[in-house]
């Protein structure tokens, strides 16, 4: 018996997997009691570097950190879902003097790594007469590269659809913008949406880079808290309690999409049965172009 992909393995390769796996824990377990054990003897563990978290000046600094974090991924995500879809519109139009022009941004926006686009904005733009703001510089950055990837997974999303459904689309009587709207973008988001989600984690801790800029986000906050003599340079300590806020921020962003990714599953025009119509190709409709065939039967009667 076998799967389409891989075959199912036997009793022997079974007991291979399972001592690997179990092989793997031992290491993983081994390196991370090292860990442990190195820090312990640096004097990483010491009261002296803890005690900085002892006071309120420190907390408040990680909170206003976290709040120019969580202000410039917002700002970035939106701006980026958005030039993500304009982007992907024009990749997709069937005009080459649309596609062309709009290909090669992509391409570039794609190759220009982001911290080599905040330095640009930040330190580069100075040199011409435009100063810019180290909060702007990281929100410009992040939206230029991240809808610029985003872009081309809609892209992705669109084409990876039967040609069917746009055919269904055109055949009710949509004009192409409708098509679009109606039946290719929304499936192509709930087919990319594991994709997105994990682009906008990226996002997220791509805003840790605006502290070469001296944009005041959270990693600028570890970094001088790190920093205090006073304390011993709690640099380990800054960075576990630093590095723990951006765990619980990517978790409550992937139990956000999970959340929102089950209420697309439950939608009834997202999940409901393909209907077959007849001079569509001998391709499925999904529930929006059948919607659409009745908005339009009823506007007719009522006229």
Same mark, same amino acid.
């Given at each position: 018996?076998?799967?389409?992909?891989?075959?199912?393995?036997?009793?022997?390769? *079974?007991?291979?997997?399972?001592?690997?796996?179990?092989?793997?824990?031992?290491?993983?377990?081994?390196?991370?009691?090292?860990?442990?054990?190195?820090?312990?003897?640096?004097?990483?563990?010491?009261?002296?570097?803890?005690?900085?978290?002892?006071?309120?000046?420190?907390?408040?600094?990680?909170?206003?950190?976290?709040?120019?974090?969580?202000? !410039?991924?917002?700002?970035?995500? +939106?701006?980026?879902?958005?030039?993500?879809?304009?982007?992907?519109?024009?990749?997709?139009?069937?005009?080459?003097?649309? =596609?062309?022009? +709009?290909?090669?941004?992509?391409?570039?926006?794609?190759?220009?790594?982001?911290?080599?686009?905040?330095?640009?904005?930040?330190?580069?733009?100075?040199?011409?007469?435009?100063?810019?703001?180290?909060?702007?510089?990281?929100? +410009?950055?992040?939206?230029?590269?991240?809808?610029?990837?985003?872009?081309?997974?809609?892209?992705?999303?669109?084409?990876?659809?039967?040609?069917?459904?746009?055919?269904?689309?055109?055949?009710?009587?949509? =004009?192409?913008?409708?098509?679009?709207?109606? &039946?290719?973008?929304?499936?192509?988001?709930?087919?990319?949406?594991?994709?997105?989600?994990?682009?906008?984690?990226?996002?997220?801790?791509?805003?840790?880079?605006?502290?070469?800029?001296?944009?005041?986000?959270?990693?600028?906050?570890?970094?001088?808290?790190?920093?205090?003599?006073?304390?011993?340079?709690?640099?380990?300590? !800054?960075?576990?309690?630093?590095?723990?806020?951006?765990?619980?921020?990517?978790?409550?962003?992937?139990?956000?999409?999970? *959340?929102?990714?089950?209420?697309?599953?439950?939608?009834?025009?997202? =999940?409901?049965?393909?209907?077959? &119509?007849?001079?569509?190709?001998?391709?499925?409709?999904?529930?929006?172009?059948?919607?659409?065939?009745?908005?339009?039967?009823?506007?007719?009667?009522?006229?």
């Amino acid at each position: 018996m076998s799967s389409v992909l891989y075959d199912v393995p036997g009793p022997r390769a *079974r007991l291979r997997n399972r001592i690997l796996g179990i092989a793997t824990v031992l290491v993983v377990l081994a390196l991370a009691g090292l860990a442990v054990w190195r820090m312990f003897a640096t004097g990483q563990f010491t009261a002296q570097k803890w005690s900085l978290f002892t006071y309120t000046r420190p907390w408040l600094l990680l909170f206003e950190g976290l709040q120019h974090t969580l202000s !410039a991924f917002v700002v970035a995500a +939106v701006g980026a879902l958005i030039l993500g879809f304009i982007l992907a519109v024009g990749r997709l139009s069937d005009h080459a003097w649309v =596609r062309g022009p +709009v290909g090669w941004i992509v391409e570039i926006l794609r190759a220009v790594p982001v911290l080599i686009f905040m330095m640009i904005l930040y330190y580069g733009l100075p040199v011409v007469g435009v100063r810019v703001d180290p909060y702007l510089a990281v929100v +410009v950055a992040l939206i230029a590269y991240n809808g610029s990837v985003l872009a081309e997974a809609l892209r992705a999303g669109v084409e990876s659809l039967p040609r069917g459904q746009k055919e269904a689309g055109y055949a009710i009587g949509l =004009r192409k913008n409708a098509v679009m709207r109606l &039946i290719l973008l929304p499936q192509a988001v709930r087919a990319m949406m594991p994709v997105i989600i994990s682009q906008l984690v990226v996002a997220l801790k791509d805003t840790a880079l605006g502290f070469i800029i001296t944009f005041p986000e959270l990693l600028y906050v570890i970094k001088l808290l790190g920093t205090q003599i006073d304390f011993g340079s709690p640099q380990v300590p !800054a960075a576990i309690v630093g590095g723990t806020v951006y765990v619980i921020l990517c978790l409550i962003l992937s139990y956000i999409a999970y *959340r929102v990714e089950r209420s697309m599953r439950r939608s009834p025009k997202l =999940r409901a049965a393909p209907v077959a &119509i007849e001079g569509a190709g001998g391709d499925a409709v999904t529930m929006t172009e059948m919607i659409a065939v009745q908005r339009r039967g009823g506007r007719r009667r009522n006229g």
